[in-house]
């Protein structure tokens, strides 16, 4: 095989021919090896690796599979609800909405489960309906070039618009952000957004809690006129959005949208927001005969981005259940069992470590 001595774009290499043994480099996929004869040769795809900064895909469910929070949402009004696992919808100027998950697969767009949004307008400048996922750590974010692909239909003529913010808590940080792009949208038709853009940088002067500042990918909606405060914004809307698919690399152009193994995407969401029904058992301090007071420490299913979140517990026999300790990790509980004959468990517990926009 000869080595790579050619870049091509994935459309440019799609439509040659090359030279036996010819390897195109193709940025944001991979390489292609040609044999002569055969155009576009074969495609082999790169994945970056999975870790912090280098993940092929951030956004988390990102074809909305998960719902361990509920599958259907009627009536949202408030500023902000979370919705479908690592999603939320934001709302302002009298608008409202109702958020499901879709589980009949769409051949349109090969995808088994999706979102639909339907949104009702308050019809005011000041109105909007926002479908957003928020990210820690926004510094990883700051300063790359990232695009983002994803399918949508709309059930009338409009169009859609997305952001990537930069939001910072700390006070005399101002947050910034970038206008990703704007796409017309057909009745009823599938249409797959393609964006590349630069994300703003982040300056020595700023003041950076990486627990509590995120970046945020928004979906515009339902917005009047002001759009954001912005000359010239998507009109007030009442209608039906379908998304599926979402992606956001880092990469200098949208690369194809694959599936990725059930455990690694249901990780991805535990990040954030871990529910889990299962039986675990507490034990008695320092003997195993039965004491009144009992212990707990289990790991978590996936490590979360910060120690400090939200905890539901559901327990049985135990009375006086307290977190004694908290990591990203792990948790420890500290009760009083109530029963001789049954043991002290929890039957159910939710971490809910996602930051609201």
């Not at 700023?206 to 509590?212: F, M, R, S, W």
């Not at 675990?280 to 996936?302: N, Y």
């Amino acid at each position: 095989m000869r080595g790579i001595n050619n870049k091509k774009t994935l459309q440019e290499n799609a439509v040659y021919v090359g030279f036996a043994g010819e390897t195109i480099s193709i940025p944001g996929v991979g390489f292609a090896v040609h044999d002569g004869f055969s155009v576009g040769g074969v495609v082999v795809e790169a994945r970056l690796t999975k870790s912090v900064g280098g993940e092929d895909n951030f956004v988390r469910n990102s074809n909305f599979f998960s719902v361990q929070n509920g599958a259907t949402f009627i009536g949202n009004s408030a500023a902000t609800t979370y919705t479908l696992d690592g999603w939320f919808i934001q709302h302002n100027g009298g608008s409202t909405s109702n958020v499901a998950q879709n589980t009949t697969f769409e051949s349109a767009v090969n995808s088994e489960t999706h979102a639909v949004v339907t949104t009702f307008t308050g019809g005011l400048a000041s109105s909007f309906s926002i479908f957003t996922q928020t990210y820690n750590f926004l510094s990883r974010f700051a300063g790359k070039k990232l695009s983002l692909s994803y399918s949508i239909k709309s059930s009338a003529d409009t169009s859609i618009t997305n952001e990537f913010l930069l939001t910072f808590a700390d006070g005399g940080t101002s947050n910034r952000g970038t206008l990703v792009g704007r796409e017309s949208l057909k009745a009823g038709v599938w249409t797959d957004v393609r964006f590349t853009f630069i994300v703003p940088n982040i300056f020595s002067t700023d003041v950076i809690d990486n627990a509590i500042d995120n970046a945020r990918l928004l979906f515009w909606l339902d917005a009047g006129d002001d759009f954001n405060a912005r000359t010239g914004g998507i009109l007030p809307f009442s209608g039906t959005f379908d998304i599926a698919n979402v992606k956001i690399e880092e990469s200098d152009e949208p690369t194809r949208y694959a599936f990725d193994d059930f455990t690694y995407e249901l990780k991805k969401v535990q990040e954030y927001f871990e529910k889990v029904t299962s039986v675990i058992f507490m034990s008695s301090v320092g003997t195993s005969a039965f004491k009144s007071d009992c212990t707990l420490t289990f790991p978590f299913e996936a490590s979360k981005w910060k120690d400090t979140y939200t905890t539901t517990i559901v327990d049985s026999f135990v009375s006086g259940n307290a977190v004694f300790s908290s990591k990203k990790s792990s948790l420890t509980l500290l009760g009083v069992a109530t029963d001789v004959t049954s043991s002290a468990r929890i039957t159910e517990y939710t971490i809910d470590a996602e930051i609201a926009p």
